[in-house]
């Protein structure tokens, strides 16, 4: 069988381990892969659901670090914030698809949670960097994106990118309850929850500066390209 000795994971980290037969029959040396702030964000959430994300994003990591160093094999975890890029991810096409189908995008309160939107292209940039750095051997690093800002902006710079002027009401907490049973009955919402309305107001900012420092890290202001809320 072919040797492949360097391997990076972008599927959920948590398929990982069905893998690690496949890797070891690979002769696998070193394995990049890709987790989330999630585990740290979604810990204390009001959703069941979510804290079922962290704690499945939690035990796969350890799971990866204990098979990989059980094994010999070398291996680096990456956690990004909140990926955007090329119209394919979770987070701002999601956005994007909303507004076109209504017109406005609701928020709680004054959304003035801190954000850091990565986009799509620099996490890929910081996996090739971490196949070959040999600094980052058994390290988990935080991945960020190189501007913060508030939730409410973040939305705002959508609506500009789509060349509309911001239609943001703010909401209650009661009437994103019931949208939120209404919407999930829609397959594309079925993922939504009232949760992510209240870390609206919710800081999600993480350092990268030992990304920085081990795998010269520098990722790109949060700015949307038309192919990037081209959904």
């Known amino acids: 069988m072919r040797v492949t000795p360097y391997w990076i994971c972008v599927a959920p980290i948590w398929v990982l381990p069905e893998q690690f037969v496949l890797l070891e029959a690979h002769g696998a040396r070193r394995v990049v892969v890709l987790s989330s702030t999630s585990r740290f964000t979604k810990d204390d959430s009001s959703d069941p659901e979510e804290q079922a994300i962290a704690l499945r994003l939690a035990d796969a990591e350890a799971r990866v670090r204990e098979w990989a160093e059980s094994r010999g094999v ?17 987070n701002i096409a999601e956005i994007v698809r909303f507004i076109r189908r209504f ?13 850091q939107p990565i986009h799509a292209s620099d996490v890929a940039g910081v996996c090739l960097a ?6 980052a051997t058994n390290r988990a690093y935080n991945i960020s994106g190189g501007e913060t ?17 911001p239609r943001l009401p703010t909401v209650p907490l009661w009437a994103f309850r019931l949208a939120v049973a209404v919407l999930r009955r829609l397959r594309r919402y079925r993922q939504w929850s009232t949760a992510m309305a209240e870390r609206m107001n919710r800081d999600m900012v993480f350092d990268h ?16 390209s038309a192919e990037d809320v081209a959904t």
């Open 74 to 90: 070398e291996w680096v975890i990456l956690r990004p914030t909140l990926i955007y890029g090329l119209g394919r991810d979770k």
């Open 103 to 115: 017109g406005f995008f609701p928020l709680f309160g004054k959304a003035n949670g801190l954000r």
């Open 130 to 135: 971490a196949l070959q750095a040999p600094c």
């Open 149 to 165: 800002l508030t939730y409410r902006d973040m939305v705002a710079c959508v609506f500009s990118t789509l060349g509309h002027r």
């Open 209 to 224: 500066a030992e990304a920085a420092r081990d795998l010269n890290f520098k990722p790109r202001a949060f700015a949307l």
